[in-house]
């Protein structure tokens, strides 16, 4: 929730300032921006920009709400993160590409004389070039954030696993047997969650059945741990919901199980 917080954070941020540039609308609309090939007001830009930033917001709040659902795992869903921040970056980019379309093409106009003549063609040329540099930098930002962010997810994942199996551990040798299967389940939660995850396999964390589904589906787990799997979970909603006090023959079943399944 604090990653998609801070998301919600900074786009807004971004927002609000060119949202409150709106105060100034009468005179922003009496600058003309032109790039030779298209003529803007400052105005118009802001509209756009704002428009942009809201479109990026929209699609993260969509893939937030649909996360926690049975379409989270549609590949529409999956893709939505992506398509949210390159609009987020492509937007960034705009104000760098639109300053440089200016300079190259004033620069040209004023060293070439045949600047008059070939207006109509260097200028789309200089704007195309531009549009496709922001498109090709957004691209690249947008793919490595992507990469660096599924590593730093997955190694965190990794490190709350292994941290709910040394509390398993620890409460098993403190004789808490009920808490200890608890803490075993998570262990199993986490591990199914982290090799779809790895797998680029989207499903919510909190859909255990999900997570069993499509863990079966990608050969992460077989046929012959449902079993085990299903009296984990039993013993877990029994000493979760109803105070049963499990022995430590169960508690040491559980773990057991956990502990194969992740070193396969």
């Given at each position: 929730?604090?990653?998609?917080?801070?998301?919600?954070?900074?786009?807004?941020?971004?927002?609000?300032?060119?949202?409150?540039?709106?105060?100034?609308?009468?005179?922003?609309k009496n600058i003309l921006v032109d790039l030779g090939w298209l003529q803007f007001t400052l105005a118009d830009y802001f509209l756009v920009v704002v428009l942009s930033?809201?479109?990026?917001?929209?699609?993260?709040?969509?893939?937030?709400?649909?996360?926690?659902?049975?379409?989270?795992?549609?590949?529409?869903?999956?893709?939505?993160?992506?398509?949210?921040?390159?609009?987020?970056?492509?937007?960034?980019?705009?104000?760098?590409?639109?300053?440089?379309?200016?300079?190259?093409?004033?620069?040209?106009?004023?060293?070439?004389?045949?600047?008059?003549?070939?207006?109509?063609?260097?200028?789309?040329?200089?704007?195309?070039?531009?549009?496709?540099?922001?498109?090709?930098?957004?691209?690249?930002?947008?793919?490595?954030?992507?990469?660096?962010?599924?590593?730093?997810?997955?190694?965190?994942?990794?490190?709350?696993?292994?941290?709910?199996?040394?509390?398993?551990?620890?409460?098993?040798?403190?004789?808490?047997?009920?808490?200890?299967?608890?803490?075993?389940?998570?262990?199993?939660?986490?591990?199914?969650?982290?090799?779809?995850?790895?797998?680029?396999?989207?499903?919510?964390?909190?859909?255990?059945?999900?997570?069993?589904?499509?863990?079966?589906?990608?050969?992460?787990?077989?046929?012959?741990?449902?079993?085990?799997?299903?009296?984990?979970?039993?013993?877990?909603?029994?000493?979760?919901?109803?105070?049963?006090?499990?022995?430590?023959?169960?508690?040491?079943?559980?773990?057991?199980?956990?502990?194969?399944?992740?070193?396969?």
């Open positions: 929730m604090d990653k998609i917080k801070n998301k919600y954070e900074i786009i807004l941020g971004f927002a609000a300032v060119f949202i409150s540039l709106s105060a100034f609308k009468d005179e922003l930033f809201s479109c990026s917001l929209y699609l993260y709040v969509i893939e937030h709400m649909a996360s926690d659902t049975k379409f989270g795992s549609k590949k529409l869903f999956v893709f939505l993160p992506y398509a949210a921040y390159f609009i987020f970056i492509i937007t960034l980019c705009t104000p760098v590409a639109i300053v440089l379309n200016w300079v190259i093409y004033k620069l040209f106009n004023s060293e070439s004389e045949k600047a008059a003549s070939s207006k109509d063609v260097v200028a789309p040329a200089i704007g195309i070039i531009m549009s496709m540099v922001a498109i090709v930098i957004s691209y690249y930002v947008t793919k490595w954030n992507a990469h660096f962010q599924r590593l730093k997810i997955a190694y965190a994942i990794e490190l709350q696993k292994i941290r709910h199996l040394e509390s398993a551990s620890r409460l098993f040798q403190d004789g808490y047997f009920s808490h200890s299967i608890l803490e075993a389940l998570k262990v199993l939660e986490g591990h199914l969650y982290k090799k779809l995850f790895e797998k680029k396999i989207h499903v919510s964390r909190n859909r255990f059945n999900d997570l069993i589904r499509h863990a079966l589906q990608q050969n992460i787990i077989t046929e012959l741990d449902i079993p085990a799997i299903n009296q984990i979970k039993e013993m877990r909603n029994s000493a979760a919901h109803s105070d049963v006090a499990h022995n430590k023959e169960q508690a040491q079943f559980a773990l057991d199980f956990v502990r194969e399944l992740i070193s396969r």
